[in-house]
């Protein structure tokens, strides 16, 4: 398993366990919401009895005390309401707002708007139960959850949001420590290994001027072509001893790049597989040529390994006028690519090879996206036909199209 299956893999365990927690949270938060709500409800039915046994011991001359000792006999929101819906009495509200006291038939003042809120609460979370009153009419009693049990309910979805935004920030933090610590230790290695491939690609330059001399092979195309391997691998140390630098961008045209590069790539792979190169010869972009070339390189490379036998590489350089970008696409007639692992490819890690590190096409990204500004994704794949890969830039000068006379 590589390590990329171990990361998802982790993340996928914690995601299950944070859902576990969160659920035994709800759950055991509703266990107790329907303990409240049922002690509520038996004492919400102990204050109707008490109420019906109050006024039936109660005339109408002591109607004034028995509205008291309503108010004072529970704490629950209550609202009382004869048969026309008007209120009575009331238990439980905000006292700032009901210090108007009730509208009655002498013409009592009171705030409306307050009452009717609370009495359309009331009927939407629970029905009324009637009673008789002093004179005998029917009465209706209204009630709704306490302050108390309001907040419990919303109490578990308080918790997991606190936990979420606090498990979330902890993954940052932590993410961004480790990404740090990893940069500082690609660095170290990096330029450690630049400096130790420094004395060999020395020796080697005098080597080949030592060969040049002793049997005049000047104009061998051997010769020349190792002159070439040496000076990619000054290339290749010149990159390692940058890495951890800021590179510089410079004007350049994107076809000359990449046919220079290629023009060096193919010499060195199978000569089963054709290389093209297509588009616009003259778009131009702000690059630094090692580090694309890099690119390139890393592209070409999977490229070449996706190809089994016979085959074709193809790079597209397109212009974007309109958003003045540059595409440049890189075709393959390999394998493919499974649509599920078109975002995988680019994490550190994930390789189909068994001698791979999976690191090519993370740099990749890392190289045009931090450097370049700009965005590297697989554009198309299809399993045994091949893939595309698409690299978008800024072009620098953006030219008007010329027609052939």
């Known amino acids: 398993m590589n390590p990329y299956e171990k990361k998802r893999r982790w993340k996928f365990f914690l995601l299950f366990f944070a859902i576990v927690i969160g659920t035994a949270s709800v ?6 919401v329907k303990k409240m709500e049922r002690e509520e409800r038996m004492q919400f039915q102990l204050y109707v009895k008490v109420t019906e046994k109050t006024m039936a011991m109660y005339d109408d001359e002591n109607t004034t005390d028995l509205i008291d000792l309503i108010r004072t006999n529970t704490k629950l929101p209550i609202i009382i309401v004869d048969a026309e819906g008007n209120i009575l009495t009331y238990q439980g509200l905000d006292s700032t707002k009901t210090n108007y006291g009730l509208q009655k038939k002498d013409g009592e003042t009171y705030d409306p708007a307050y009452f009717v809120r609370e ?14 009153g002093l004179d005998g009419s029917r009465l209706y009693i209204y009630y709704k959850d306490s302050p108390t049990l309001t907040q419990l309910r919303y109490f578990p979805y308080i918790q997991l949001g606190v936990i979420g935004l606090f498990l979330l920030t902890a993954y940052v933090a932590f993410s961004s ?3 740090a610590e990893q940069d500082q230790v690609w660095v170290g290695m990096a330029k450690e290994t630049a400096h130790q491939l420094g004395t060999p690609i020395s020796s080697l330059m005098a080597w080949v001027e030592l060969i040049k001399s002793r049997f005049n092979a000047e104009d061998d195309p051997l010769i020349a072509e190792m002159e070439n391997d040496i000076k990619r691998l000054e290339v290749i140390t010149d990159r390692f001893s940058k890495i951890g630098s800021k590179p510089i961008v410079e004007d350049h045209v994107v076809y000359t790049v990449i046919y220079n590069f290629v023009a060096y790539f193919k010499l060195r792979t199978s000569d089963k597989i054709i290389f093209t190169i297509t588009g616009d010869e003259q778009v131009r972009a702000l690059l630094n040529v090692p580090l ?7 592209l070409l490379k999977n490229a070449a390994n996706a190809i089994e036998n016979e085959g074709s590489i193809n790079i597209n350089i397109i212009e974007n006028l309109t958003k003045e970008e540059v595409f440049i696409d890189v075709t393959d007639t390999g394998r493919g690519i499974a649509r599920s692992k078109f975002d995988a490819v680019f994490q550190p890690g994930y390789t189909t090879r068994k001698r791979g590190w999976g690191l090519g096409l993370s740099l990749t990204k890392r190289i045009i996206e931090n450097y370049h500004n700009g965005q590297i994704f697989v554009k198309d794949s299809e399993l045994e ?4 890969f698409r690299i978008i ?6 030219y008007e199209p010329t027609s052939n006379t």
């Open 177 to 179: 420590a480790r990404k």
């Open 292 to 298: 694309f070339d890099w690119v390139i390189e890393n």
């Open 119 to 132: 009495l359309k609460i009331m009927k939407e979370q629970h029905p009324p139960t009637p009673i008789i």
């Open 27 to 32: 759950l055991y938060s509703d266990f107790f």
């Open 393 to 398: 830039l800024k072009s620098s000068i953006t």
């Open 385 to 388: 036909k091949g893939t595309t």
